[in-house]
């Protein structure tokens, strides 16, 4: 028995470092499905996103919003410690002389790399950089200098911001370090903790998370785990509500730059190019965990299945819109691509949204791509009215709880 074990757990290490960068099987691991599993690596080409065309005109992007899950990471210090301690019992109790190599068997998941980015970690957020400099490759050239990267206070978010920003460099061809460290800001990217009426009404509900429960017992748990849809989009309408100060966010950055994008226009014809430009970012990139990227598509209204996930509709649900290892895996992301079309007009700019690299359907107009205008309106209520202490209604600030 204990020999099975043994090759089972021998094969599995044999999988990962074979096909560490494709997985195996169906790839299937709920949050923790490394990227690539799901979203492989694409080609693309130098400006791909840059220009646009619509209704006849050519439009150039002036902003680019991105927000990130942070990249594969190691286990939590606990699990470390679980393979730490399997390891032992097996390089202690092997007999068969077949397996000699478990005298000198190194354990590459010691527990000083818990919650750390993994190497695979490292080429998600590289590629993803690189992908979106080359594909907005004359926006980050020109004004490289302008662009702004904030993360949570936890480590491997920062490490993200830093490894996507390594990956732009790449993507633009420069040969210098960018050296940006990322600028901590937990009022956007850890919105959920500390709001109380999320960890009363959502993650302390035994009545919401039934679903959660009775699923949980039955014999399709081990094919599918479905408890992000209660707990991080559509199981209480507060889970979308507390997303505000990143909704609030990505808006006024938008709106921002195109205020400063407009007046350098104007004053073009009148000041030296060294003294018209208005500065703004013309990246505005944000690495978080699971629980941010989860609500705030809530909030978008993106990934709604006509009906909920339940214990008793898996075959109905088979093609759902929502599936935890495609839409939170680790690096998911979330682009707004902000356009301008040239014609000075009060809805010149458009809008283009990009979730883990593919265009979505933008509930505000129906369509790919929208007047920025009709986006804006569309969540106003969130851009404009945020009051997250209201929306939570918080009275003791809760204990951090990062995860994801």
């Not at 209704?55 to 939590?76: K, M, P, T, V």
């Not at 000075?344 to 129906?366: K, S």
């Amino acid at each position: 028995m204990f020999s099975a074990i043994f090759i089972f757990v021998a094969n599995c290490f044999v999988f990962l470092n074979a096909d560490i960068l494709h997985g195996y099987g169906n790839n299937k691991f709920a949050v923790k499905t490394p990227y690539f599993w799901t979203h492989p690596q694409k080609t693309f080409m130098p400006n791909e996103l840059y220009t646009l065309r619509h209704n006849g005109d050519i439009c150039h992007a002036i902003q680019l919003n991105f927000i990130s899950r942070h990249a594969a990471r190691y286990n939590e210090p606990d699990v470390m410690d679980s393979f730490s301690t399997l390891q032992n019992k097996i390089k202690s109790s092997y007999a068969n002389s077949n397996y000699s190599f478990i005298s000198t068997w190194v354990n590459n998941y010691p527990k000083s790399k818990a919650n750390t980015v993994t190497k695979l970690g490292f080429q998600e957020m590289t590629y993803l950089g690189a992908k979106y400099g080359n594909a907005l490759l004359s926006l980050f050239t020109s004004h490289l200098d302008t662009v702004k990267v904030r993360s949570s206070h936890v480590q491997r978010t920062s490490t993200s911001g830093s490894a996507f920003m390594d990956g732009v460099r790449i993507g633009i061809g420069s040969g210098s370090p960018l050296n940006i460290t990322p600028v901590v800001d937990d009022r956007i990217m850890l919105f959920y903790d500390g709001c109380t009426k999320y960890a009363t009404k959502v993650l302390g509900n035994k009545t919401l998370l039934q679903e959660k429960y009775e699923f949980r017992n039955s014999t399709m748990f081990r094919n599918m785990i479905r408890q992000d849809y209660y707990t991080r989009l559509y199981g209480h309408p507060v889970i979308a509500a507390m997303t505000c100060p990143l909704v609030e966010d990505v808006f006024k950055s938008m709106d921002n730059a195109i205020h400063n994008y407009k007046a350098n226009k104007s004053n073009k014809s009148k000041l030296p190019s060294a003294l018209y430009r208005n500065r703004y970012p013309v990246a505005d990139v944000r690495f978080g965990h699971s629980p941010t990227i989860g609500p705030f598509l809530a909030a978008l209204g993106l990934f709604k299945d006509s009906q909920p996930p339940t214990a008793r509709n898996f075959a109905a649900m088979k093609n759902r819109l929502f599936s935890v290892n495609t839409v939170v895996p680790f690096s998911a992301n979330i682009g707004f691509i902000l356009y301008d079309c040239g014609n000075g007009l009060p809805d010149d700019q458009l809008v283009r949204l990009y979730v883990n690299e593919e265009p979505m359907v933008i509930p505000a107009c129906g369509s790919v791509t929208c007047n920025y205008s009709d986006v804006r309106r569309y969540y106003s209520s969130m851009v404009d009215k945020c009051n997250w202490d209201d929306v939570c209604k918080n009275v003791n600030f809760l204990p951090p709880n990062i995860v994801g």
